[in-house]
C-alpha cells in the first residue's frame, strides 16, 4: 500500500546550523504517528516542513502519491492544529469553523454541512453561537480542531495542541483526539514533548533527537526493546536504572552488579556474542520488592532513601554499590528513609547497551 506521507532523504539547514538530516520516514493510509522529543530535535521543524511552512534544503515530501516538496500549504490536502487556538476572537465558533470554506467560495450549502458535521464529532454543538471568550481552554482547542476538520483532507497534523492545558483537560481531550482518529480513520501527525501523550494516542512513535529519528516503532517494542539508551532514558518516568558493567561470555553471558554474576540466559539478544563493557538497564517498574522479589532470578538488599507518595504507588529512591536505584511499591506500603528492603527483578526484563555507540545488544 502507499504511504499516505512519505519523506525522502530530507534536510533543513539554518545557515551553518543543520536541524533536519538526511530524514527517511513514511507514514501509512490512517496511521497515527508521533514525533516524540526533547525541545530543539527538530520535531516541530519536520512538521511545519510536511504543513509547507517551511522550505526543505534537499529532499522531498509526498502525499498520497503527490511530490508537495514546493506546494502551497493550502494545495497540499492537509488540516493543522496549533499549540495556540489562533481563534477569530470578534466571530462566533461557527464563523472561525466556516471562515476557510468561505475564502474558498464553498457553497453555503456544503459549508452548513461540514461545519453540522465537525460540531457533531467534536461535541461542541451547543456552543455554535458562543465567541471563543466565552469558552473554556479545552473547548477552545475543540473549535481549533474543528476548524481543519471542516477542510475534510486525508492528513491532520498537530502540533503540541494540548500543551496550554492543566492537567485534567489534556488527559481528556487526549481520550477526544483518540476517539476522533478512531471514527474519522484519517492520517495524523501529532507532535510533542509529553511521552504520556505518545504512548497513549500513538499507533507508532518516532523519537527524534539532533534532526535524526532515533527509533521508529511502535509505543510496546520502544517501551521493551528501546534500540539505544537514549531512547531507554527518553521512555519512562522515572527514567531506566543504569549500570555501568561488562558482560562476559566465557560462562555463558553475564554482568556482575554489585558483586553479584547475574545471569543473561532469557535475555533476548538483538546482537548474541557481543561482549565488554555496557550499560544494563532496568526499569522501576521492573524491579519487585517483597515476596515477589524474593521468588526473582536476581535479588539484593537495598536501603531506602527517600519516598514519594503518589497515592497509587510510591517511588523509592535508593543505591545499589555506588549507584542510584528507583523502583515503585504499592502505595499502601509503609516506607520510611533507612528500611532495609529486598529487591528483585528478572534479567530476561533488562535492556543492554554497549559502551561505544550505546545500541542495543
Known amino acids: 500500500m502507499q504511504p499516505s506521507v512519505s519523506i525522502q532523504n ?18 501509512g493510509q490512517g496511521e497515527f504517528l508521533v ?9 516541530s521543524t519536520l512538521l511545519n516542513c510536511i504543513a509547507g511552512l517551511l522550505e526543505p534544503t534537499e529532499g522531498s515530501i509526498h502525499i498520497n502519491g503527490n511530490n508537495v516538496t514546493w506546494s502551497e500549504p493550502s494545495d497540499r490536502g492537509i488540516g493543522m492544529v496549533f499549540q495556540s487556538y489562533a481563534l477569530y476572537p470578534q466571530m462566533t465558533v461557527e464563523g472561525n469553523l466556516s471562515f476557510g470554506l468561505k475564502n474558498a467560495r464553498m457553497p453555503k450549502d456544503e459549508i452548513k454541512t461540514r461545519v453540522a458535521r465537525a460540531a457533531e464529532v467534536l461535541q461542541i454543538e451547543p456552543l455554535l453561537k458562543r465567541k471563543p471568550a466565552a469558552l473554556s481552554g479545552g473547548q477552545r482547542q475543540r473549535v481549533a480542531i474543528g476548524r481543519a476538520l471542516v477542510r475534510d483532507v486525508d492528513v491532520f497534523l498537530f502540533d503540541e495542541p494540548l500543551s496550554n492545558l492543566d492537567a485534567k483537560l489534556r488527559a481528556d481531550l487526549r481520550v477526544e483526539i483518540k476517539r ?7 492520517t495524523m501527525i501529532y507532535v510533542t514533548h509529553d511521552q504520556v501523550e505518545a504512548m497513549t494516542l500513538a499507533d507508532r512513535i518516532a523519537i527524534m533527537k539532533g534532526g535524526v529519528v532515533m527509533q521508529l516503532d511502535t509505543p510496546d517494542v520502544i517501551y521493551n526493546k528501546p534500540a ?3 531512547v531507554a532514558d527518553f521512555i519512562g518516568s522515572p527514567s531506566m536504572n543504569f549500570f555501568d558493567t561488562v558482560l562476559t561470555t566465557a560462562d555463558g ?3 556482575s552488579i554489585a558483586g553479584k554474576d547475574v545471569s ?12 565488554g563493557d555496557v550499560w544494563f538497564g532496568i526499569r522501576p517498574e521492573h524491579i519487585l520488592t517483597g515476596e515477589m522479589a524474593g521468588a526473582a532470578p536476581t535479588q539484593f538488599e537495598v536501603r531506602a532513601e527517600l519516598a514519594e507518595p503518589m497515592g497509587a504507588e510510591t517511588l523509592v529512591w535508593s543505591s545499589l554499590d555506588g549507584t542510584a536505584l528507583r523502583f515503585r511499591v504499592d502505595g499502601q506500603m509503609k516506607i520510611t ?12 526484563r533488562a535492556s543492554i547497551f554497549d559502551k561505544v555507540e550505546e545500541l542495543r545488544i
Open 35 to 43: 514525533l516524540l522529543g526533547s525541545s530543539g530535535c527538530g520535531k
Open 228 to 230: 539505544n539508551k537514549y
Open 180 to 186: 476522533l482518529h478512531q471514527t474519522l480513520e484519517n
Open 337 to 348: 528513609p533507612g528500611d532495609a528492603l529486598l529487591i528483585g527483578f528478572d534479567p530476561a
Open 10 to 27: 530530507l534536510k533543513l539547514d539554518f545557515g551553518s546550523v543543520s536541524v533536519l538530516r538526511d530524514l527517511n520516514l513514511d507514514i
Open 264 to 275: 543473561l540466559a532469557g535475555y533476548d539478544f538483538t546482537r548474541p556474542g557481543v561482549s
Open 253 to 255: 553471558p553475564q554482568v
